[in-house]
């Protein structure tokens, strides 16, 4: 449920209703604007009785039961958007952020060449796997901590936050020393276990959409997340698996909006791996612009031919920058819209 207090109540009344609340056996979790305090409520107990005693105290406003099995990751809970802050950029806001770079850090010089490539195209978060789930046990499977220490000093060199994937819940600390987004990768969207670490990482987490994943699934994961304490949570799309065979995966290019209206969470979307070609990569891109995304992941490689993973989906350099060319054009529509929408939003509130 969600218990919304009135305008500018009392810490002491604030502290009241929660105490209430978890005398039923459930857990709270408030959001707090300037001006009102909202109380998520999760848990198992007496509904009705909770409910009803919450709604006589006198600094209430209104209490809402929440039909979705997601809670605090729903609209219902937060009717405004979550804006992710990472090293001066805000994902979520009123910038379209692009997050590029190698699927695999693979040297020191490819991946200065990759961070110096994509920050002068526009790019502002670099990404990069130091550590990589392959479907073989004999490919590449990242140079680990190394790569890390590459990443931070790539970081240093252009001013890019970096994103990396985490796959166990071993490496999250490790991970969380050297890494301004931590990235859950499709194959882990529902290990429970690393969820629920990286509710307590102190990073903001990209969460990606299992290959077999539905969208209520995706919201179910992230609800792991904020539940277990960290509400910086991004979702991404990044294209499912279905029996089409002409791409890598299938583009479910209606996910986004479809995100967009159940929950208050940024959703960026993945052109290299919906795609797995890198042709069809700027079309893609166009299409998340316009269709509403925050943002985009693109594969980047200084010489995609000779790179160790992702190849045949990575951009070049140059490649890379002409699609930020084209895109900007989408992009001041995609400013005007959220302008309108952040006008339409703030209109409602008074």
Excluded at 22 to 50: N, W
Excluded at 162 to 184: C, K
Excluded at 224 to 244: K, P, Q, W
Excluded at 293 to 321: M, N, R, T, Y
Aim: proline fraction near 4%; charged fraction near 25%.
């Amino acid at each position: 449920m969600i218990i919304s207090m009135k305008m500018h109540a009392t810490r002491q009344e604030i502290d009241e209703v929660r105490n209430q609340v978890e005398h039923f056996g459930y857990k709270v979790h408030s959001i707090e604007g300037e001006e009102r305090v909202v109380i998520g409520v999760v848990g198992v107990g007496d509904v009705t009785a909770c409910m009803e005693s919450v709604e006589s105290m006198p600094q209430v406003e209104k209490v809402v039961r929440i039909s979705a099995p997601y809670k605090f990751v729903s609209k219902q809970f937060r009717a405004g958007r979550t804006r992710v802050r990472v090293n001066g950029t805000v994902i979520g806001g009123d910038e379209f952020v692009v997050m590029a770079g190698p699927c695999s850090v693979e040297s020191e010089a490819q991946i200065m060449r990759a961070a110096e490539g994509v920050a002068a195209a526009g790019a502002k978060i670099l990404r990069g796997g130091a550590f990589k789930p392959r479907t073989s046990p004999y490919d590449f499977q990242g140079m680990e901590e190394e790569g890390l220490k590459l990443l931070q000093k790539a970081k240093k060199s252009t001013g890019l936050a970096i994103i990396t994937e985490v796959m166990s819940d071993r490496d999250v600390e490790l991970i969380a020393q050297y890494a301004d987004i931590m990235q859950v990768g499709a194959r882990n969207m529902q290990n429970f276990v690393l969820l629920k670490a990286l509710g307590k990482c102190g990073r903001p987490v990209l969460l990606k959409r299992g290959m077999s994943g539905t969208i209520k699934e995706l919201l179910m994961s992230a609800e792991y997340i904020v539940a277990h304490g960290n509400s910086d949570v991004i979702l991404c799309e990044r294209g499912i698996r279905t029996f089409e065979t002409e791409t890598r995966n299938t583009c479910d290019i209606a996910a986004i909006p479809a995100l967009n209206e159940l929950t208050h969470l940024p959703v960026i979307l993945d052109p290299s791996h919906a795609t797995g070609k890198r042709s069809l990569v700027p079309a893609v891109s166009r299409a998340g612009v316009a269709i509403g995304a925050d943002g985009l992941i693109v594969e980047v490689h200084p010489a995609p031919e000779k790179a160790i993973s992702d190849g045949a989906q990575s951009l070049d350099i140059p490649q890379f920058q002409r699609m930020m060319n084209e895109l900007e054009p989408y992009i001041q529509l995609w400013k005007s819209s959220r302008a309108k929408e952040n006008a339409a939003a703030a209109a409602a509130t008074h």
